[in-house]
């Protein structure tokens, strides 16, 4: 046999072993904890009396401030008084208190997650036991075995499942969930991928010092989840969001801007004034890269108000910034700003409620019969600063295959 065949015979093996087409968001489920929901504009109130901090009139008075500007209606916690009651240490970062945190949100993590992973697998249609691979993103688990494993126990998975834990990777989690999925979808023939995003932020709360006032007013609780595979795809499989292309850009410099610490006293977690500005410099040459990498030269004509967007909702300036930069017609953050305005800022997870919001809007367009784009982008953005983009495609009536 010559080498030429040989090579020939084994490019055919090989090409057999991938799937076909681009991945696919096959479904989606979102959860929020039960514990508490709570309106934004009591929050500041609220918090100060449950960490005893009333007699802090003038940080009390900017928190008041900062929530009002957010964009933010209401928020899910699963920390409530009762928890805070049972654990005073919560409210004081010198004291140690990780042990008893991850306690909680060792269980507490996965079981959310679970709720919307059931959700997201009802949707699709096929037994939990399709699933190969699982991604699972948090911030909030510091522990192993680990987050992934108790879901993929919750949810009955097969125990031959390929499981992917990301830690730490904040609000970029999700995004970057989603591109590992597509490149495993797309490299391993009839894989079905769970990603799965679950945040909770009792692994960071603590009372008022001043310096930490934006990420109590921004983040809540959540946990989205997406399954995705690629071709082809089964009887009732129904695609989504076609994943086009991905790329991840880290802005050199900026590790000062934006991250997270573990400490004895639970997770600290830092956010400079200037994260909107770096990624208003930067997020059209992140697009550019990702749609020359999807449609090569004709990347030229993309027209950004031609598009669909899932922006990552780090906070009102974050998107108010991106929109004056593309120069995007309003309505094009509505689904960004909406899970906003309903959830905060959920981290990782927040990405899973946009896509979620954003296939439901274009499910109601549709039977209006308006005109829907076809092609659109997917934005998230965490510490490093690091930005995660996606190019999607999405059928032109959403209610077809």
Known sequence: MTTAKAGNIMHQSRSKEHGEGPATVLAIGTANPSGAIVPQDKFADQFFRVTKSDHLTDLKERLKRICHKTGIE??????????????????????????????????????????????????????????????????????????????????????????????????????????????IAENNRGARVLVACSEITLACFNGPDGSNLVGHALFGDGAGAVIVGAGPLAAGERPLFEMISATQTTIPGTEYALGMQVTGGGIDFHLAIQVPMLLGQNVERCLLDAFTSALGDDACDVTWNDLFWAVHPGGRPILDKIETVLKLEPEKLAASRHVLREYGNMSGATIVFVLDELRQHREEEADHDHRLPEWGAMLAFGPGITIETMVLHAPRNPKEN
């Open 74 to 183: 209401k928020r899910h916690f699963h920390l409530t008084e009762e928890i805070l009651l049972a654990h005073p240490e919560f409210l004081d970062r010198e004291l140690p208190s990780l042990d008893a945190r991850i306690d909680i949100v060792a269980t507490e993590v996965p079981k959310l997650a679970e709720s919307a992973a059931a959700k997201a697998i009802t949707e699709w249609g096929r037994p939990a036991t399709d699933i190969t691979h699982l991604v699972f993103s948090t911030y909030s688990a510091c522990r192993a075995p680990s987050a992934d494993l108790q879901l993929a126990s919750l949810l009955g998975l097969r125990h031959s499942v390929c499981r992917t834990i990301l830690s730490l990777h904040g609000c970029y989690g999700g995004g970057r969930a989603l591109h590992l999925a597509k490149e």
